[in-house]
């Protein structure tokens, strides 16, 4: 089946703008969630959305916005870019089970550079 | 506050020999960890997990130990081989929020080499 899908691959912005970065799940899975990752830091995640409701939030300022659509396809948005947003946005898919042994299926990922 | 922390940014081994990566926690409410590994251009994809009852899990050249009382755990690769060559992620998930939020170490980089 088919693979949890990001688009775009790699963007380049700059300061004051924003951005919209897409994922389309696994076919079935109800649960998107979105994670960060920097140069030496781990992923940190941004929130997630299930059955179109938003279920988890990290800390993250309000500049970073979700959604996700009744086909569980999902969107992330950063407002107000700033050059410490330049990262690899990752996209991740799962049942959604709420706890143990949810194993979260990622795509390869939106590389975002802010100049 | 780093709650999943992986000391060694690197690691390298030969091939055929084992490796080691090692991973500490400080939330004694984290329930459930797995490892993740990441190739370059890729995205993470799961390898093992482990719930915080057991203190032992295998699949094939891959077990993970977790030692609750020290708050560790390790992933054991034997043999190792070249292309198990990645960035590997240590990541964990507790009782008080859903699975899909995970707290990820930094990752270590593993190098196997021929």
Request: glycine residues 10%; charged residues 15%.
């Amino acid at each position: 089946k088919a693979g949890v899908t990001q688009t775009p691959r790699y963007l380049i912005k700059t300061r004051g703008q924003q951005v919209t970065l897409s994922c389309s799940p696994i076919s079935g899975h109800r649960s998107v969630s979105w994670y960060q990752q920097t140069p030496g830091q781990g992923l940190q995640f941004l929130f997630e959305y299930f059955s179109e409701t938003q279920r988890n939030k990290g800390n993250f300022p309000g500049r970073f916005s979700g959604r996700q659509f009744s086909n569980s396809r999902s969107e992330m948005n950063v407002s107000t870019l700033e050059l410490g947003d330049s990262a690899l946005y990752l996209c991740a898919s799962s049942t959604g089970q709420y706890s143990g042994a949810n194993v979260l299926t990622f795509g390869a990922g939106s590389r975002l550079t802010v100049l | 506050d780093q709650q999943v922390k992986q000391n060694s940014p690197s690691l390298s081994v030969q091939e055929g020999r084992i490796s080691i990566l090692n991973c500490d926690y400080t939330n004694s409410m984290f329930d459930y960890f797995l490892w993740y590994k990441k190739y370059p251009a890729e995205g993470p994809t799961f390898l093992i997990s482990i719930s915080s009852i057991k203190d032992k899990n295998e699949d094939g050249r891959f077990t993970v130990f977790l030692n609750k009382s020290a708050k560790h755990l390790s992933l054991h690769i034997v043999p190792s081989q070249p292309g198990d060559s990645a960035v590997y992620f240590c990541a964990a998930s507790g009782v008080e929020t859903s699975g899909s939020r995970l707290t990820f170490g930094e990752g270590t980089q593993l190098t196997v080499n021929p």
